[in-house]
């Protein structure tokens, strides 16, 4: 799983990173039968990064409905990145992994503000590049796109060692 690659890339710092994990989708009833939540945290900043790697793991055999709410995810996560549990010296940096097809509100306004770079990570042949774009570059960050799971590893590879040297 490419978040692997990530962490394993956190761990190799000399500084220890905290990481959270938030989820979002569009909220409701799904026709196979599962109910999302609009936004959740699936695990809350945390230096251990097993953590991480299981929140995410979990998250990957869930069944999602298709309605994808970013701007209420990005939202929950600058909260969380602003919240006490944040080293107030750290810099703050979110990763939006979606195929940019939001459903409710336009994400780019979440993105602005709050001193928190936003990268963005857009994936499969129908992603919506452009507005992702448009998210990463309000919150002063870089945009990506991943055509197919092979190339979401160097993609998380080359944010992770970017990280790094934000922090060192």
Known sequence: MAVDVFVEQLELSS???KVALVTFAGGGYAPCGETNLT??????LTENMNYIRDAMHQRSTSIWNGMTD???GIQLANSILTSGNARASAEKVMIVFTDGVYTKDDP???AQGDDI???TITFSAGANESDMTAVAIAGSGASYHAPDAQTLPDIFYALAGSMAILTE
């Not at 936004?39 to 809350?44: A, F, I, M, P, R």
């Open 117 to 119: 770079m936003v990268h």
């Open 108 to 110: 780019v306004e979440a």
């Open 15 to 17: 500084t220890n990173e």
């Open 39 to 44: 936004v959740s945290t699936d695990q809350g």
């Open 70 to 72: 970013i701007k209420s």
